[in-house]
């Protein structure tokens, strides 16, 4: 599970124990050991005990199954903590925290997305409209809403939402817009002085071509693989604010088998300000024989 930036970098719980079976395990047989030798220091006529020094020993068996019994129960002990703090509630655990916060998990919404809008609602509780709060609103609306930005343009006082899409290659289409656009413009939500333009984060497709040169062992089939990884990589890769470089495409097209690959287009970087987003468009790559 990816944590929402707010929550990387807070240290280990304290109440949550580091368990060690043999150090329970020592503990266990060390305190039988004191109790033993207090019992015959009372009745000497018991015999002398060193618990544990063969492996058959039954003492030491009970005492095993004992401090696994241990584990388990503080293993339990640590998964309730564990349940109560948002940093590492999972599944219905989260779906039980979130409800504090007026936040409820969507139809088909998976922990990574449902925890985001956690995060946003505890920041947006404020009764002004928040960036925190108008952004959870556009990620509660579809769950075709991978993330939104909201922000105003110089001094103009109009809220802008910008939408980048789950699918359509991350374009927000009509329909998605206008879905955020109706649960933003709730009268329970908005602020009466507020005038807020949705629309798509997307704004350039960008079409990429490049040479490539291949091995001398490797068959011409591995272009089209080629496309469908820096498809997917993209996918995974990008969001709002990402730029796409000449070298991230590089690196991607550098797969095993590539001799060397030469970008053509886009012939520079295309960089894009926190509430935008682009776009690939067609890819062609042009077979430029053996490296060698």
């Not at 015959?40 to 063969?54: I, M, Q």
């Amino acid at each position: 599970m990816t944590l929402p930036p707010e929550l990387v970098g807070l240290p280990p719980p304290e109440a949550i124990e580091e368990i060690s079976f043999e150090a329970i395990l020592v503990e266990m047989m060390a305190d039988f050991q004191q109790r033993w030798d207090a019992l015959r220091a009372a009745n000497p006529d018991l015999p002398a005990y060193d618990v544990g020094d063969l492996e058959t020993d039954p003492v030491k068996i009970a005492l095993e199954a004992a401090a696994y019994r241990e584990v388990l129960v503080r293993a339990r002990i640590n998964d309730v903590v564990r349940a109560h703090l948002i940093a590492y509630a999972r599944g219905g655990d989260l779906d039980n925290l979130g409800p504090f916060y007026d936040c409820f998990r969507m139809a088909g919404e998976d922990d990574d997305r449902y925890l985001r809008r956690i995060i946003l609602a505890i920041q947006g509780r404020s009764t002004g409209g928040t960036e925190p709060r108008y952004r959870a609103i556009a990620l509660a609306a579809s769950l075709r809403v991978a993330d939104a930005a909201v922000f105003r343009i110089g001094k103009d006082p109009t809220v802008h939402v910008a939408l980048y899409a789950a699918d359509n290659g991350g374009v927000a289409d009509a329909q998605l817009i206008e879905t955020v656009r109706v649960a933003l413009h709730d009268k329970a939500k908005i602020m009466v002085s507020d005038t807020i333009v949705v629309r798509s984060a997307v704004f350039a497709v960008v079409d990429v071509e490049a040479d490539v040169w291949l091995l001398p062992q490797t068959p011409e089939t591995i272009l089209p693989g080629l496309e469908t990884a820096v498809r997917s990589a993209w996918a995974a890769a990008t969001g709002l604010g990402f730029d796409l470089t000449r070298s991230w495409l590089t690196a991607q097209l550098m797969q095993r088998g590539i001799q060397r690959v030469e970008i053509l287009t886009p012939a520079a970087d295309v960089e894009v300000p926190p509430y935008e987003a682009v776009s690939i468009g067609a890819i062609r790559l042009n077979n430029r024989g053996r490296g060698y």
